[in-house]
């Protein structure tokens, strides 16, 4: 199934390609960001980004959770901070409200559907 073409930021981007230099755990990030979309521009209020919180549901499970997803230092998956570097953190970067995302998980291979995005300014 090919995938869908994912927008990630300029300015997250640059974190994110850094942090892929200096992070273990950071390989399916690094192949992510290598297909995306890099735009200078403002980014659709719709799609997952650095900071975005967001609700999606796991369509295995059934379960919908709210995330923030967050650069590693900051996360906290108590208090729903989400790191860009866990396999789901990975798999939601760049999708957008509405899109279905096949993703192998540590649990075996998933669907995510994200319900809803909210990104701040």
Request: with cysteine.
């Amino acid at each position: 199934m090919k995938k869908k073409q994912i927008i990630v930021s300029q300015h997250d981007y640059d974190i994110l390609k850094t942090l892929c230099y200096h992070a273990a755990g950071s390989a399916k990030l690094k192949e992510e960001l290598e297909r995306a979309v890099i735009r200078k521009t403002k980014v659709p209020d719709d799609v997952v980004q650095v900071n975005s919180t967001l609700q999606f549901r796991d369509e295995r499970s059934g379960a919908v959770r709210e995330v923030q997803l967050v650069l590693p230092a900051a996360s906290n998956i108590q208090l729903g901070k989400l790191s860009i570097l866990s396999p789901i953190g990975t798999a939601l970067l760049g999708y957008s409200t509405g899109d279905i995302i096949d993703w192998e998980v540590p649990a075996g291979k998933t669907q995510l559907h994200i319900l809803r995005v909210v990104n701040e300014g």
